[in-house]
C-alpha cells in the first residue's frame, strides 16, 4: 500500500505561485506514473497533470499549460506541481495520485492511491 502525503497548499494572491509536493512511502512509487488533480467545492474532480515513471512524458490540462509543470525527484520518492500565474479558478483542493500502470491516464478512475489533499486558494 503506497501512503502519499501532499504539502505546500496555501493562500497567494492572483498572478502569485505555489509548489505542492507529495511524498511517497515506498520505493515502488518510482516505477509509478503520478497525477495531480483538483476539486472546488461543487464541482467534480478534474485532472491537472500527470508524469511518467522517469519524467519523460508529462500531461497537462488545457487550463494549467503553460502556468503549472509537473516534476518528479524518484531519490526522494517526491513528485511536485509548481503552479505560477495563479487564478482564482485555480482555488481548489489538490490531490496527489499514483497509477500503478505505466500509461500516463488523465481520467481519475485509473488511478490506485490518493493522498489527503491540500487546500489551494488564490484571492483576487
Known amino acids: 500500500q503506497v501512503q502519499l502525503v501532499e504539502s505546500g497548499g496555501g493562500v497567494v494572491q492572483a498572478g502569485g505561485s505555489l509548489r505542492l509536493s507529495c511524498a511517497a512511502s515506498?520505493?515502488?512509487?518510482?516505477?509509478?506514473?503520478m497525477g495531480w488533480f483538483r476539486q472546488a467545492p461543487g464541482k467534480e474532480r478534474e485532472f491537472v497533470a500527470a508524469?511518467?515513471?522517469?519524467?519523460?512524458?508529462?500531461r497537462y490540462a488545457d487550463s494549467v499549460k503553460g502556468r503549472f509543470t509537473i516534476s518528479r525527484d524518484n531519490a526522494k520518492n517526491t513528485v511536485y506541481l509548481q503552479m505560477n500565474s495563479l487564478k482564482p479558478e485555480d482555488t481548489a483542493v489538490y490531490y496527489c495520485?499514483?497509477?500503478?500502470?505505466?500509461?500516463?491516464?488523465?481520467?481519475?478512475?485509473?488511478?490506485?492511491?490518493w493522498g489527503q489533499g491540500t487546500q489551494v486558494t488564490v484571492s483576487s
Open positions: 495520485a499514483a497509477d500503478r500502470e505505466i500509461v500516463v491516464h488523465v481520467t481519475s478512475g485509473e488511478y490506485d492511491y
Open positions: 508524469i511518467n515513471w522517469n519524467g519523460s512524458n508529462t
Open positions: 515506498e520505493r515502488r512509487f518510482r516505477i509509478s506514473t
